[in-house]
């Protein structure tokens, strides 16, 4: 929950924020955590509040009461106010979702304020370009230079124990005020400039400042002001000192400096090659997470679980193999910068300069703790008693390749080479061949089981050596089928085999069951296996780490369940790489102290698996505006909606700063709380018809799918009431029945007087309401499953046209495709041009879209929104495409001017394909989960394009144009 200050600077995780993200202006200024865990950032355009995916903005377009939307102060109260100090418009005061202003007009002695801050009593002190004011009880009191400030443009407050308030400048130095008068401490006094930039409360040091020519004072009311070490004098301009005792320097110009208990600082490295950033804000949230306000934007600097060594810690990038000693000595080799020792301390070096630049490809510590170390095309070599030797052709190696290295229990080595399997037994005897049978299928992973059995892993399949025997076996069935990574023998005997593509086997008493990505498995390839404490299997491979429960995979294998137990953790989680490295020995290893360590094409990565087994935190859910018919309304409970409302937008949130893409939702509107529709990462959800009454709408946030707390703290709920139509109130019905017993008198009446005139009357009554009845509900039916706006069907008949398609398909086998198309930024259209053009734009894209492109049998629906999907019935991958590209050329043609887009001058639409598989026949709307995602995809690649989703079940896949 904090920076672990034993890190290096370049091990933290790092985010970036700016305008491409969606903050109104790169200037940062000022941030500050809130009571519900949001973000709040005062930047030169505006407020924005930050959920960790989303930004919502408040500036002067948005809300009236900003009467600048150039943010520099932020200060929460108690009670949840936010105080927000503008450039030129005063303060303004957030309470709930009311915004108030406070100029110079209700007493503030100046419009532009600097900083605010909250008194241990509970008042607010301002300060602004023309002097100081305090508020308490809703009035204002004001100081100036005639009172004794050192002059009026204060730019930073700051108070200490005994509760006096402090007030730098830029120009004059620094006052400190005891609640009767000022005192000022400028050269006179000891500063070395009258130019101040930062000035904080410290707990160990209370008061500090920091001057424009680096120096960092302490001050005191009573003392002389004592100048502290500081290895690099740079102008500071925030400090922060965290919750583990880091000490953080934001400077005026170099950046972001740690400082060091002995002193000594050190530089972070933003990554952009140019380190002169101006550091204007420094706060650490609940979650440890440090963000620092800079002129391009937020950073955000977070711990890992992971620990990752690469070039950055003078490590290679590139390492191929990893191995430990008894005493917790980590050895790791590297292409092309050799062998690398990482003692129990951690610390770095190459002792062996007769190993650096060479290509270390494989590492072996034997039973007499010697250093067996194979190179990619220098041989082998050993080190012993700080002694190395080399061990070539002469030798009698094969080849000069080294890919594995295993001792057995006999003490003989085994070493794979390019050329044989060969064999060191000792110093006396010449390298020989155990296994000339093999016959050039060489081994990439050697393990010899408990029983004795030794286990080849190699491109041609497992090889089995036992009792002088030696056997091949291919596992699965497919192309890759022979090739097999490599393989671990758990503590029962059970043998785990990384094969094929993506699959994992297991080997128990002679029985093999494979598990694949029918069981949940997301691998393309595997490399290396490692086991935990916690019975839990790690498989390093290509799109990252996979931590499966072994007690799940042994459940598959006897048929108890249909699904794994899975994690996959990758950059989100803090990898610095999901591309591990395989087909060397060894590619993972564990120490002593319970590490896990893999290597990457990023270098090496270690963690302890205790840390990522921890409870996640309780997500809070949050409803955060509601929109009906497309207009946004009040949050009210109960939300009123009229009978004949078309559509129902409800936005929610869930405030998680750290690991923002791990944040999946659900929502319910059903009575039973058991019933709950997925949402993925969606953070809208759509309705367009809810019953007439009262309905509870209630969403929940989780982490990765995992089942969320059943806390009511944890699930947003929102109370609805629709109001009813004529036809289903209860006058109505009552007036009906009042009708048809006065018909039925009035009918018993004309019988007793004329049966036969009563017979032709009544059939010729009947014949005409059965027909105008009829007539209605034909009207009836079809507007129900007309979207009222576009003209094109929704979302119900969408459902109904889907189920009736799905069933023609799987009795004739022919493809069904789905597109779902969204209009890029649309947003950001409605908010510049207006709704009335936003409901403009979404008439002329349909109808362009139903008139010009679409066959008789093929269904255009809106989804919600400015969502549409495309039913395409007997169409393949290919034709998909084919339409998907036409629509694209279709709303490029129709030139709408969108000023607020980055992605083109004109509105385009970002579509998403997907084709009917195998695994979809029994499962429509998986068909449109599989849509949704390549529109995703489409979105994260710039959109204005189309995208196939990239799973088995879709035949082709549509590159972005």
Known sequence: MALNPDRLLSQYLLDHYGRDSGLPSDRVWVSAEGPRGYLWIGTQGGLARFDGVNFKTYNQQSHPAFKASDIRALEWTPDGDLWIGTYGGGAVRMRGNEFTAFTSDDGLVGNVIYDIHRTVDGSLWFATDQGASQLVADEFSSWTVDDGLTFNGATHIAEDQQGTLWFSSLTNGVSFFDGIRFQQIGLNEGLDSLQVHMLRWDEELGIIVGTATGSIYQLSTTQAPRQLPISKPV????????????????????????????????????????????????????????????????????????????????????????????????????????????????????????????TISSLLVSADRSLWIGTFGEGLFRIRDGVVTHFGEEHGLSGLHIFALQQLRDGAIWISTNLALNMWRDDTSPITQPLPELDGKLPRHILEGKDGTVWLSSAQGLFIYRNGLLEQRIIGDGPTSSIVRTTYEDSRGVLWIAAGDGMLSRLD????????????????????????????????????????????????????????????????????????VGGFQPAAWSTPDNRLWFVSTKGLMAFLPQSLASENPMLRTYVDAVRVDGSTIDLLEPLQLPADFQSLEIDYSSPELSNAQSVSFRYSTAANSDFWTSAGDRRTAYFSALPAGDTVFRVQASFNGESPSQSSENVAVLQINRAPHWYETTWSVLAAAILIGLLVTLLQRIQSRSARRREQQLRGLVDLRTEELREALVRVEANSRIDSLTGVANRRHLEEQLNATWSMARRSGAPVSILMLDIDLFKQYNDTLGHAAGDDCLRLIAQAIKSKLLREHDMLARYGGEEFVVLLYDTDAKGAERTADRILECVRALALKHPASNVSKHVTVSIGCATLGEKERDDPHRLIDLADKALYQAKAKGRNRACSSDHDSANTTLEGR
């Open 235 to 358: 102008a500071i301009e925030e400090y922060l000192r965290d919750r583990d005792g880091n000490r953080w320097l934001g400077s005026y110009g170099e950046g972001l400096w740690r400082a060091n208990a002995d002193g000594s600082a050190t530089r972070f490295n933003f990554g952009n090659g140019n380190e002169t950033e101006h550091i204007f804000g420094l706060i650490e949230d609940t979650r440890g997470t440090l963000w620092v306000s800079t002129t391009r934007g937020l950073f955000g600097l977070r711990d890992s679980p992971f620990l990752s060594l690469g070039t950055a810690e003078e490590l290679a990038d590139s390492t191929f193999v990893v191995t430990a000693d008894t005493d917790g000595t980590v050895w790791a080799g590297s292409e092309p910068h050799g062998l690398f020792r990482i003692t129990a301390d951690g610390q770095l070096s190459q002792p062996h300069p007769e190993l650096i630049n060479k």
């Open 509 to 580: 008493q002679g029985s093999l069951f494979t598990f694949d990505s029918s069981h949940g498995l997301p691998f393309s390839a595997g490399y290396a296996i490692l086991e935990d404490k916690a019975r839990n299997l790690w498989i390093s491979g290509t799109q990252g780490l996979l931590r499966v429960s072994r007690d799940s995979l042994d459940a598959v294998a006897r048929g108890e369940r249909k699904t794994l137990e899975i994690r996959l953790f990758d950059e989100s989680d803090g990898l610095r790489s999901t591309q591990f």
